[in-house]
């Protein structure tokens, strides 16, 4: 199992930046694709970037060029740089983590998706 912690978000006005981080705990290894989340106040969760376990990146469209994810291997840890912030960027930033199945002692784990508790970050025009 794994257990995940952001930090990070915070108020920031419009063409400012932000760095928000996620720490991972527990079983690491079997960790696959890590990525940030972003709710905002009514609409549904989207995914915003993401960073397989080769380093490769996606990104929504409407951060690209602004945004950057990155993953320490050794801090268990993924970063999202986010520049040129703009108010739809608001809302609540969730980390997740995707792992593959496993076998830990004689328990099963099946693949499954991580989330940690969320970070705010508010953008003011």
């Known amino acids: 199992q794994v257990q995940l912690v952001e930090s990070g978000g915070g108020l920031v006005q419009a063409g400012g930046s932000l760095r928000v981080s996620c720490v991972s705990s527990g079983d690491n290894f079997w960790i696959l694709d890590m990525g940030w989340f972003r709710q905002a106040p009514g609409k549904q969760r989207v995914l915003v970037a993401n960073i397989t376990r080769d380093g490769f990146t996606t990104y929504l469209d409407s951060v690209k060029g602004r945004f950057t994810i990155s993953r320490d291997y050794v801090q268990n840890t993924i970063y999202l740089e986010m520049n040129s912030l703009k108010p739809d960027d608001t809302g609540v930033y969730y980390c997740?983590?995707?792992?593959?199945?496993?076998?830990?002692?004689?328990?099963?784990?099946?693949?499954?998706?991580?989330w940690g508790q969320g970070t705010q970050v508010t953008v003011s025009s």
């Open positions: 997740n983590a995707k792992t593959d199945g496993y076998w830990k002692g004689q328990t099963h784990y099946s693949p499954r998706d991580y």
